[in-house]
């Protein structure tokens, strides 16, 4: 690996993904929860995270609200 690269010769091309790249955040979730996906997930063959990340992106596309009622 060089210690530095040309890159004024090259084409580069802004990455279209940029917009869209994930953050890392702390999430507090309860147990069941977590079971739940990770469970899911081995099933599904994919890591539990992901399968929140799509699960959250979903919801959040289809602007699907909780309901949930207090007593």
């Known amino acids: 690996m060089k210690k530095e ?5 090259m084409k580069a091309v802004k990455n279209p993904y940029a917009k869209v790249l994930k953050k890392q955040i702390t999430i507090r979730l309860n147990s069941t929860a977590i079971e739940y996906f990770k469970n899911m997930a081995e099933e599904m063959g994919i890591p539990y995270q992901v399968l929140i990340d799509s699960y959250l992106t979903d919801c959040a596309v289809s602007k699907r609200r909780l309901n949930l009622k207090w007593r």
């Open 5 to 9: 690269y040309d890159f004024s010769k």
